[in-house]
């Protein structure tokens, strides 16, 4: 019995040490799908894992994701887990039971196919992921919009690529992102087949017996694959410009040729290879010295060109046919576009040659080596393709009914829009274009939304995704999820008011919605004209000219603001108006331009104060009138803010301690008045050239309604207008006329810091400047400063802008320029009175009679006499 219980002991002991020693082996398993790098070893490093930890793949895709999370537990596991989880966790999925009995399959194994293929198993959908490829083997680099980056590490891209987006970097391979993407989805429980080809579709059958019924297939390349088979409800295509998927027009424009060229050269990752520069993106109409230089120097014409270091040294340009044709790129002029570039028609090896000029002058000669790396077919990775600008399909969606049966189809990424690579566009809209197909996905299969409400929807959310930036995202980043409200800032009601408020001035202006009060353009002039007035002409505007109107506004946005339109000047024309969503997106980017600028005197059309001016002119009686006028005209248009400044003051009242006695109340609400008042004057009269006199005597007059916030803003008008009305003195020049260096003056597309272009998709802007959010530091330490945590020191008269710094050093800095400041005030008090001093001297030997002033008699020379011996 001692023996028996002994080899019991034994055998438990045995099992116990099998059990601990067998997540150590799970967790090799996972770790070798952790280090895999390319498609076939991330695929058959899936599998060893499922065989170790004896869970089957692809069966149930409802527990897939949680049996083996519950097998593989070791701490490094967990992490991944704890980050995964935190994501199926959001409520829209539901615990992943919101699609449970959706069928879906995805066309391309691409960053925008394996991302929406993520979100969709999720939501507890059955995912299948077909591609023809069976590597990954695109070396270009994608720019990452900052929302990208939060995507992907909450995915845990840092635990399958340590190296994801450290310190500045901002972009990634292709290549390195379907690695990540596709380990993802394969521990999520998607289902991937490689060297696989969709050709179309197989419709139901029309006859059908039994009660199992056939629905939708794909036709497939080879025939007998296992997804021919496969019956799905929604079928999304994620293949790129090629787009396989059918029943999506497209409109096809052709316009100028434009012809790109993407060289990948190897990066050895040595210290030279480090020190290189990066090009963010640099367009001719923004450097065009630099593109005469490159032109002069290798006879190389281009666009446009980007360089991007990642595993590649990565350049991507846009050459003119012209150059190319003189350099022998192009051995023949042939008209056909597509034979243009056929391979008959390249001389490889001067293309090579080409791109390596190019490069090679673009970095100044700083990189070491110029070879080119391999694509998939072992020959240098140098593709020179023609850019078929098309406009994006009709639809992003439609719903296909044949014998009972219904398929969603849709569109995601390069397929629904093509990217604007300079701006790294297509990955940020196309993952943006795979969270609304979710959100579609979801809404077909709750059974809430008939299959008209899931499309109009969707169609709603694509109009907007063209004008879809940085700027006009949601900052908090965590939030974003498949719900379009959880993204987009939908700010329709403010965005009105703003715009109301902005053209207040204006006469022929009446802004009442987002549709109809745009239609003749005089508004959309107004908003440009109120904070750029040299750039439009408004007073020679007119109502009839509806058109005319609207192009002057639209190419003027996209020339001098950097914003490109959104519609066509007869689309803003039209009878039933320009689209709301679209012109809601397009006014936004305005506001995010304009919203930190404070509008000048100078600004206001002369034809709203025209009749006010005559009647101010003709006498003292009725200037005092117009200013009641103005006075007046300000109250409705200040009550909100009087309503948020008695908000504020009843906040600071709580904050202010016991109550003052009677005599020390009215003293500080009199040093406060007047600190207020010689701020204000500061502030808004900044620019101006004429004297402050006249105000100055006007005062006195205010008396206790000064201090109303309403008439405060009233004080503003009346400032502006004075020398309009004939109340100041003036030198010459007009009232609010911004000086060189005057914030409002400095170019949105122009670096405060570095003076270098700065894109729409890089900069941050502060005080009505913009900049790149390298540059953005402070004066004194150097340290990064971010939006909302900087101290400005604004212009103090030695011809800057002004000053950021942290709030470290900013009192210290202000310190020491009010000690300068006291020092030269002094210093310049003393010669002020050395020189009075010496007037008066002059003034009193003036006064003294002439026949009191005897000369002085000077003693002559002496004379050096010599004595002979």
């Known amino acids: ?57 692809f069966v149930n895709h409802q527990t897939f994701y949680t049996s083996l999370k519950s097998k593989v537990i070791s701490w490094k596991a967990k992490s991944l887990w704890t980050k995964l989880d935190k994501r199926a966790n959001r409520k829209e999925y539901l615990q992943g039971k919101a699609c449970p009995h959706t069928n879906v399959l995805v066309i391309g194994a691409g960053p925008c196919g394996l991302r929406t293929a993520i979100e969709l198993a999720m939501l507890g959908a059955k995912v299948v992921i077909v591609e023809k490829r069976n590597s990954f083997s695109r070396n270009n680099v994608l720019h990452l919009w900052p929302f990208l980056i939060n995507d992907l590490r909450n995915l845990g891209a840092k635990k399958f690529f340590g190296k994801f987006c450290a310190g500045a970097i901002d972009h990634i391979s292709i290549r390195q992102l379907q690695v990540i993407l596709m380990k993802v989805s394969l521990l999520l429980g998607v289902e991937i087949h490689y060297d696989v080809m969709f050709e179309g579709l197989e419709e139901p059958p029309e006859q059908q017996e039994g009660p199992e019924k056939i629905g939708w297939r794909a036709r497939l390349q080879p025939l007998d694959h296992p997804v021919s088979e496969f019956e799905f409800d929604v079928i999304i295509g994620a293949d790129g410009r090629r787009n396989t998927l059918p029943g999506f027009a497209r409109k096809e424009f052709r316009g100028k040729l434009a012809i790109a060229i993407t060289a990948n050269f190897i990066n050895r990752h040595t210290q030279q290879d480090a020190r290189v520069e990066e090009i963010s993106g640099v367009a001719f109409i923004f450097n065009q010295q630099f593109f005469q230089d490159l032109k002069k120097d290798t006879g190389i014409d281009l666009e446009n060109i980007v360089y991007y270091k990642d595993e590649t040294h990565y350049f991507v340009m846009t050459a003119k046919k012209q150059s190319l044709l003189q350099k022998g790129v192009i051995l023949e002029d042939l008209p056909e576009t597509a034979r243009l570039l056929g391979h008959e028609n390249v001389n490889h090896d001067k293309l090579q040659i080409y791109a390596r000029q190019a490069a090679d002058f673009s970095t100044n000669g700083q990189l070491p080596t110029l070879d080119f790396a391999l694509n998939h077919y072992g020959l240098p990775d140098i593709p020179c393709s023609i850019s078929h600008p098309s406009l994006p399909p009709k639809h992003a969606a439609c719903v296909r009914e044949r014998h009972g049966h219904k398929l969603l189809l849709t569109l995601v990424g390069d397929s629904l829009l093509e990217p604007f690579w300079p701006t790294g566009s297509g990955c940020a809209r196309g993952f943006l274009s795979a969270f609304d197909a979710a959100w579609m996905v979801k809404s077909w299969a709750s059974g809430n939304s008939t299959p008209l409400q899931c499309l109009a929807e969707r169609e709603a959310i694509y109009r907007i995704l063209a004008q879809t930036t940085p700027e006009n995202l949601h900052k908090n980043y965590d939030g974003y999820g498949i719900n379009p409200s959880s993204r987009s800032i939908m700010r329709g009601g403010k965005l ?142 200040g009550r909100k803010l009087s309503q948020d400044a008695d908000r504020i003051l009843e906040e600071n009242e709580k904050d ?41 005597k006007e005062r006195p007059e205010i008396g206790i309604r000064g201090q109303n916030k309403v008439s405060g803003l009233a004080e503003q008008l009346t400032a502006q207008f004075r020398s309009i009305a004939g109340l100041t003195e003036m030198d010459g020049h007009a009232v609010g006329n911004k000086q060189n260096g005057s914030v409002g003056s400095h170019r949105s597309n122009t670096c405060f810091f570095c003076a270098k272009h700065v894109y729409v998709m890089e900069r941050l802007s502060a005080e009505g400047l913009f900049f790149h959010r390298d540059c953005f530091r402070c004066q004194h330490c150097d340290i990064n400063l971010k939006v909302g945590t900087y101290c400005f020191a604004p212009d103090t008269g030695d011809g800057g802008t002004g000053k950021f710094y942290c709030r470290l050093h900013f009192s210290e800095t202000q310190r020491k320029e009010e000690n300068e400041k006291r020092k030269k005030a002094e210093e310049e008090r003393q010669r002020e009175e050395e020189e009075r001093k010496r007037e008066e001297e002059r003034k009193v030997i003036h006064t003294i009679p002439e026949d009191l002033l005897t000369p002085i008699s000077t003693p002559s020379t002496p004379t050096r006499l010599s004595v002979r011996r």
């Open 1 to 57: 019995m001692r023996f028996c219980n002994g080899r019991v002991t034994s055998l438990q002991a045995s099992l116990q040490h099998a059990r601990q020693k067998l997540p150590r082996c799970h967790f090799k398993a996972l770790r070798r799908i952790l280090a895999a790098k390319t498609f076939k070893g991330i695929y058959s490093s899936f599998l060893a894992l499922c065989e170790h930890t004896e869970v089957k793949p």
């Open 656 to 696: 202010r301690g016991p109550p003052l006695s009677p005599i020390a109340m009215k003293r500080k609400s009199q040093d406060r008045k007047d600190a207020d008042f010689q701020r204000k004057k500061q502030i808004l009269m900044q620019g101006s050239q004429g004297s402050n006199s006249e105000l100055d």
């Open 496 to 637: 009105l008011l703003w715009c109301q408020r902005v053209t207040e001035t204006y006469q022929d202006v009446k802004i009442e919605n987002m549709t109809s009060s745009w239609r003749n353009g005089l508004a959309m002039c107004a908003i440009i004209h109120r904070y750029r007035p040299q750039l439009i002409d408004f007073d020679s505007l007119k109502a009839k000219d509806m058109i005319e109107n609207n192009q002057l506004a639209l190419e003027t946005a996209e020339q001098h603001l950097g914003i490109p339109p959104a519609m066509t000047a007869k689309d803003m024309a039209s009878f039933d108006g320009p689209d709301k969503l679209s012109m809601v997106a397009y006014i936004s980017r305005i506001y995010d331009l304009f919203k930190d600028e404070v509008p000048e005197a100078s600004i206001v059309p002369t034809n709203a104060i025209e009749e006010d001016i005559q009647l101010a002119s003709s006498s003292a009686t009725s200037k005092r009138s117009f200013l009641s006028r103005l006075t007046k005209r300000m109250k409705k248009s």
